[in-house]
């Protein structure tokens, strides 16, 4: 079995796939300073209730936002698997970056454009909502041609309620009504983040596709898309694993070579 670690600023996921099907996932909040002991303690009590054995896992890969978080897994890796683990885009991602900046594409980006290519044909904007929303351009080639990286929902509520001496803390959630005209100051809030999200959402694609000169399918994926796409008709497919699958496709690929 393959055990993909995908690390973003937020989440550390983990997964394990039989083929290219997830049979567990687990989710623990980033902490750079977790050692690799800490992680397995953790781990192995969670593998165990789904009655996974470690040495069921042949297979590891680790894909990182955050630099410093590598060296701990690694260890978990090697220590305790006995695995030397694939580090998504060392030497490279097997794909065309077409930026000023090849170098700073970051690793869910291009997992993410990885997996989109393989699973959807044409020119396509992936949105991925994490701690910053981004969208993504892949075209038919499947290159990876630039984007647009915005503050993340939860980020933006973050910002409201820190820097104002008043407003409460909202959960996020689509609105009751389709009324944009709050009535108390908890809808008011919730209108402004929920909605202005939503615009700012159909307004950048609306702009992606129009400069994309070309069809372009939207894909979404992360926590939040689930939320939007029951309120909004801008994406044609969500994709909750589009990243961790991505991750798969590139441990088929190293295991082949």
Do not use: C
């Not at 897994?73 to 090849?102: C, H, M, N, Q, T």
């Not at 996020?172 to 909605?195: H, K, Y």
């Not at 689930?226 to 441990?251: K, N, P, S, W, Y």
């Amino acid at each position: 079995m393959l055990l993909a670690i995908d690390v973003g600023n937020t989440n550390v996921v983990f997964a394990l796939f039989d083929g290219r099907i997830i049979k567990a996932r687990w989710r623990i909040a980033t902490d750079p300073r977790r050692t690799g002991d800490e992680y397995a303690v953790w781990l192995f009590q969670l593998m165990a209730i789904e009655g996974i054995e470690r040495s069921d896992v042949t297979q590891v890969i680790i894909s990182s936002v955050v630099p410093r978080a590598v060296h701990n897994l690694d260890v978990l890796s090697r220590k305790y698997f006995e695995v030397a683990p694939v580090i998504a885009g060392e030497g490279g991602w097997g794909i065309e970056v077409d930026v000023d900046e090849p170098a700073s594409l970051g690793a869910d980006r291009a997992v993410n454009t990885i997996a989109a290519h393989a699973k959807y044909p044409g020119d396509l904007i992936v949105v991925d909502f994490g701690t910053a929303t981004t969208f993504d351009v892949v075209d038919y080639h499947g290159a990876y041609k630039g984007g647009i990286i915005a503050p993340g929902i939860n980020l933006s509520l973050d910002a409201l309620v820190n820097h104002t001496a008043k407003l409460p803390r909202i959960a996020i959630e689509a609105p009751e009504g389709d009324s944009v005209v709050g009535r108390n100051t908890e809808d008011q809030m919730l209108i402004g983040i929920f909605w202005g999200y939503v615009a700012m959402m159909e307004g950048l694609i609306a702009r992606l596709r129009a400069e994309i000169g070309r069809p372009a399918k939207v894909v979404a994926t992360g926590g939040l898309a689930i939320l939007f796409d029951r309120h909004t008709t801008i994406f044609d497919h969500v994709d909750a694993d589009l990243t961790l699958e991505g991750l798969a496709i590139i441990a088929e690929r190293a295991a082949s070579q």
